[in-house]
Every structure is written in structure tokens, then in C-alpha cells.
């Protein structure tokens, strides 16, 4: 199968997710094992990921993989296994046409979270603006890792940008790269305010205050209400 790519475009979109990768590593919210990071070509039936076995800090145009929505992997200079996340990144953006790139990192708190079975709250100012929720995927009946068929869904909804699979990671998506990075850096530094918050209410006997009620979470309440 032969695809005509738009190379100007390819190499804009390679440097543009190297420099995201970087920055991840650089911030501490993904080590160099693990994790992974994609965006959607202008032609919007292929995307830019990282294949498996390449660190966040270790990608180069040479190593990046150009994957047709369908799953076809496009050959290149250097061939690579494939990410193992490569299934759920593509299901999001085949159900997704406004989501242009997926940011998903193994970071700690927001990780620790969600193995704890718990959904990160949307506590600050910031995440009920820019988040809204952040649904938790947990692992199979089988104690696997969750499946692009359990991921894709809870992106069905459309005002869904985010989400912490147990055990595993998270996901922020955008319109960008950058946005997505932002909403990975979000949701980590928002798992961490959590846990102050729980462990400070539950070691000083308080009640849990509540968190803002505004905005992106309130439609999102109401929409669920019916209301
Ligand atoms: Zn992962």
C-alpha cells in the first residue's frame, strides 16, 4: 500500500512532538521508559507516535513511526516494534476528530490515584476550567491493562479531554501538542494537590471541603443530571 505523505508537514509535526517528549522528561512527569505521545498529520488519516523501546528523551526524526489510522505502520528509515499504546491512541482519534494529539504518561501521583481505585477530583480552579473530569479506566476483569475497546468509549463523550487508567497512566489530549502536554502536566500536579488535601483532611479528622463548582464541571454535572 502506498500513502503520498506531506513530508513538510511530517518533519513539522516529528519536531514538534521531539520537543513535547523533551519537555515531559524535562518537567519529571514521565521517566524514559514508558509512556508515550502522538499527533495527527494535517491529512487527518495518519499520525506521528513513538514507537516502542524509544525514551522520551531519546526521540529523533529517524525513530518516530507515521501510522495510518487503520493501523497500517508506514516503513522507515529505522523499523521498531510499534508502541503497545498505539491501539488505544489511534481508537481515540478514529472517535475523535477534534482531538489532534494524545500526551500519556506514566506519571506517579495521578497514577498512584487511580491504583488506589480512585478518580482524581477536579479540586482546583484550574482543572474544573480546563479538565472538567478525568474519568478512571481500571484494569481488565483479568487484571490486564486496560484495552483500546475500555479506553476508546470514555472518550465518546465529547466533553471528555482527559482520563488516569489504573495502574497504568494517564491521558491528556488537545488540539495540539502543547495542549496535551499541558492537561498531562495538569492532571499529575492535580493528583498531587489531592493527596495533600486527603491525607491532611484524614489525618486531622476534617471534613472534606468542597472543591469549586464552576464552569466546565458544572455543565458537565448538569449534563449528567439531565439537568
Ligand atoms: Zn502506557
Known amino acids: 500500500m502506498s500513502h503520498t505523505l506531506d513530508q513538510a508537514d511530517v518533519l513539522a509535526k516529528k519536531d514538534d512532538l521531539i520537543a513535547t517528549a523533551k519537555r515531559s522528561f524535562e518537567v519529571g512527569i514521565q521517566t524514559n521508559a514508558g509512556g508515550n505521545l502522538s499527533v495527527r498529520l494535517a491529512s487527518r488519516d495518519a499520525i506521528v507516535i513513538k514507537p516502542s523501546g524509544v525514551g522520551f528523551n531519546e526521540c529523533t526524526r529517524e525513530n518516530l513511526q507515521v501510522v495510518m489510522l487503520d493501523g497500517t505502520v508506514l516503513a522507515s528509515e529505522i523499523e521498531l516494534k510499534p508502541s503497545k499504546d ?3 491512541h489511534l481508537e481515540i482519534y478514529r472517535r475523535r476528530e477534534d482531538i489532534n494529539a494524545i500526551v500519556h504518561c506514566h506519571s506517579p501521583w495521578a497514577t498512584g490515584y487511580a491504583s488506589a481505585g480512585l478518580e482524581v ?15 478512571l479506566v ?24 482527559a482520563a488516569v487508567l489504573a495502574n497504568h497512566g494517564t491521558i491528556g489530549t488537545g488540539k495540539s501538542l502543547m495542549a496535551a502536554q499541558y492537561l498531562a502536566e495538569i492532571i499529575e500536579e492535580t ?3 489531592a493527596f495533600v488535601r486527603d491525607t491532611m483532611v484524614k489525618t486531622l479528622g476534617l471534613k472534606t471541603p468542597p472543591s469549586p463548582d464552576y464552569g466546565t464541571a458544572k455543565d458537565e454535572k448538569a449534563a449528567l443530571s439531565g439537568g
Open 121 to 135: 477530583p477536579c479540586l482546583t480552579v484550574q482543572t474544573v476550567e480546563k479538565i472538567g473530569r478525568m474519568p
Open 191 to 193: 493528583a498531587h494537590i
Open 86 to 88: 498505539l491501539g488505544f
Open 138 to 161: 481500571p484494569l481488565t476483569e483479568n487484571l490486564g491493562p486496560q484495552t483500546p475497546e475500555m479506553i476508546g468509549p470514555v472518550f465518546d463523550d465529547p466533553k471528555i479531554r
